[in-house]
């Protein structure tokens, strides 16, 4: 195993303890992945079975896009998991990391018809986006991975219609960032429509002048790192078995 491999080995498994620490794991389900850097499609995704907050650097599975598991373990990965993923990473060489959720907020905003609004401070960030992908049954089937594909284009964010969230990144912190800010945008709409108080829109060229600015946003630290390493530390103080 070279080091780079180790290194994100760990950096994944701190991934998971992190959606674990924000509720954001689902029982033994859900998936978050990484490419291996040159190695010609293959990545990691969790153990089925194990909880996220069993995740290790060690236990995490090596798969490739044939949907073929590399090396010896006793766990196999999630099919639906290796359905979207396999997918996904084939298809677009940006997506190093893919994160995929099943909050309440963001499968609420999944059922609702007209998605995600653009009228409050996270989701006015996400205008223009944000794309969909009508909802087949549980993702376990070969023959959506290329309608998953083209439900995504280019974008970086998918809401999975009837189901749930997915980010894509160039990074694990940069999938994080991206998750982070499109969960905050379902958990304030779905609290703003329990208020049952009528909402003010946001106009739309100001939505798209702020989408605009966060896209433009460039500073000396890749995005997400600030926020994934602050979380990092807060998990580091909680439990670091994740490390091994
Ligand atoms: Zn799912």
Known sequence: MTEEESKLRVKLAACYRIFAHLGWDELIYNHITV?????????????????YSEVTASNLLKVNVKGEKLGHSPHQPNPAGM???????????????????????GSVVACQQNGLRHDNFYSVLLHGQVAYHDFE????MPGEQERLVASLG?????????HGLLACGNSIEDMFMRLWLLQRACEIQVS??????????????????????LKLQTGPVAPGVLEFNALLRKIDRLDNSYKE
Request: negative net charge.
């Open 35 to 51: 490419k291996i850097p040159g190695s010609q499609g293959q990545f990691l995704i969790n153990p089925y079975g194990l909880h």
């Open 83 to 105: 359905i979207i993923h396999t997918a996904i990473h084939s298809a677009r060489e940006d997506a190093v990391c893919i994160g995929h959720l099943h909050t309440d907020a």
């Open 137 to 140: 049954g549980i993702t376990v």
């Open 154 to 162: 280019d974008k970086s964010l998918l809401i999975l219609r009837n």
């Open 192 to 213: 703003a429509d329990a208020s049952g108080q009528p909402l003010i829109p946001i106009d739309q060229s100001i939505a798209e002048k702020t989408a605009q600015l």
